[in-house]
């Protein structure tokens, strides 16, 4: 968990959420100027299980903006060089290639085999998008799809499946005959690593559910007037890909939070609760906790190593964290009591 203490000490950040993006199973389709700032932040920031799908060979024309691959690794697979990068960069994850285009038979075998979380699309042709599309209705995952031309491009997220949300085919019912590739038209190699990095955290934010982005909402980009422009798109109701599927409808349940208490150090003291410092080490150094009520000498154990040494938490007796500001120890709370600890509090740094 220390590779991830940066995003935990965010406030909408927990333990919680960093252990569900462990067990996140991604699709990202295209390796190449989405792909290639995409893959990255999402396998650093430790998505658990990343399925990388491109056919296509490295070719110098690509090096500009697929700044993941080498000079010297051009004529070699996209989807295998995009994997070894990832394993290299974070070894406790999951990656996969498939070195195939995808068609009729291996999206069938895609939907057998597997069940995504979210799928990413980074290719560059109508054809895909439109198979990524239909298999997003089917198995029912979310589909965050973009493109990038010349010094710009969009975002969108799609989940069609729902009763009153969009598909991509209700964006474009009609695809364009005379549409451009980057081959065609060109790309700055900065406009890729933007529209990529946008898309890498639209999922982050999706997958973890922070931020106010929602199924429907698309970015579009014009980099060259350092502009974006946010629409909301509706659910196309003659839509001729997703009005006869059998839809989910949007649930309104929240997963249950657990309620923590936070408490003065008297309160905590008539407990006689066992007090744990998540505090890093210098932090504790610098500023001990010196108080007459306290009784016993607190157990120091760092936000980000509380699941590995749960073994070292007392059950036997009530538990109290404690940190700096209230934040690290309320996630810290939280994470124990959805655990079964029952008798779990914060202490409010601020009564010290």
């Known amino acids: 968990m220390e590779r991830y203490a940066r995003q935990l000490s965010l406030p909408e950040m927990s333990l919680d959420k960093q252990e569900r993006l462990s067990k996140t199973s991604i699709l990202m389709v295209g390796a190449g100027g989405l792909g290639s700032p995409v893959l990255p932040v999402l396998a650093g920031a430790g998505v658990g299980h990343i399925v990388i799908a491109d056919h296509d060979t490295v070719d110098e024309t690509n090096l ?202 008297e309160d905590v003291a008539k407990k006689d609760a066992i007090i744990v410092d998540v505090r890093e080490p210098h932090e504790i150094s610098s500023d001990p906790l010196n108080h007459d009520l306290i009784k016993r000498p607190p157990l120091q154990i760092p936000l980000t190593q509380i699941p590995m040494k749960m073994s070292q938490l007392p059950t036997h007796k009530p538990l109290a964290f404690i940190c700096a500001g209230n934040i690290r120890s309320q996630n810290a709370a939280e994470y124990v009591a959805a655990r079964g600890y029952e008798d779990v509090c914060v202490l409010d740094k601020f009564s010290l």
Not at 87 to 96: K, R
Not at 161 to 187: H, I, K, T
Not at 210 to 226: E, M, P, Q, R, S
Request: aromatic share 6%.
């Open 64 to 265: 500009h903006r697929q700044t993941i691959y080498k000079q010297d690794q051009t004529r070699q697979s996209k989807a295998k060089l995009a994997k070894t990068y990832l394993e290299h960069l974070n070894s406790d994850i999951q990656v996969e290639a498939i070195n195939e285009k995808l068609g009729a038979e291996n999206h069938q075998k895609l939907l057998n085999s597997y069940q995504f979380d979210l799928i990413l699309d980074g290719s560059d042709n109508f054809k895909t998008k439109d198979l990524l599309n239909s298999y997003s209705i089917k198995s029912k995952s979310p589909l965050l799809s973009a493109s990038v031309l010349r010094f710009g491009g969009q975002i969108g997220l799609f989940a069609g499946y729902l009763s009153n949300q969009p598909c991509y085919r209700c964006l474009f019912p009609d695809f364009p005959e005379n549409a451009y590739d980057c081959n065609q038209a060109g790309v700055l190699g900065s406009a890729s690593g933007v529209i990529g990095m946008l898309q890498a955290h639209i999922a982050l934010c999706t997958l973890l559910d922070l931020g106010d982005y929602k199924i429907g909402d698309i970015v579009i980009a014009h980099l060259d007037k350092l502009r974006l422009e946010n629409i909301h798109l509706p659910k196309n109701k003659s839509c001729a890909t997703c009005k006869n599927q059998d839809h989910e409808e949007m649930s309104n349940l929240e997963s249950r939070s657990v309620m923590i208490d936070i408490l003065s150090i």
